[in-house]
């Protein structure tokens, strides 16, 4: 099986960086997509940003220009670099990935990590 596990969550100061780090173990053959997602209490989980294997990326409207997301393959790592936060980003952020496993190449299957908690203080 694989395992995401994020780290690099806190509290910050509205206007303040953080980065957070998601790696993934396991039996993986490639890593398709690694997304991370935001949800806060009572509400939806939602889109931040997503970076596909040809290390192109997407973001959602509101933090374009502010964060960052990258990958290193070698280390089967992602990281989301988050620049001039706001309060209303709060939230636990999750890691998700779209992996081929060596023991079904054919097939792709996502995988969630635990969530890290950031919160961004007024």
């Known amino acids: 099986q694989v395992q995401l596990v994020e780290s690099g969550g806190g509290l910050v100061q509205a206007g303040g960086s953080l980065t957070l780090s998601c790696v993934a173990s396991g039996n993986i053959e490639t890593i398709n997509h690694m997304a991370w997602f935001r949800q806060a209490p009572g509400n939806q989980r939602e889109l931040v940003a997503n970076i596909i294997l040809d290390g192109s990326t997407t973001y959602a409207d509101s933090v374009k220009g502010r964060f960052l997301i990258s990958r290193d393959d070698a280390k089967n790592t992602g990281y989301l670099q988050m620049n001039s936060l706001k309060p209303e980003e709060t939230g636990v952020y999750y890691c998700?990935?779209?992996?081929?496993?060596?023991?079904?190449?054919?097939?792709?299957?996502?995988?969630w990590g635990q969530g890290t908690q950031v919160t961004v203080s007024s």
């Open positions: 998700n990935a779209g992996v081929t496993t060596t023991y079904a190449v054919q097939f792709e299957f996502d995988f």
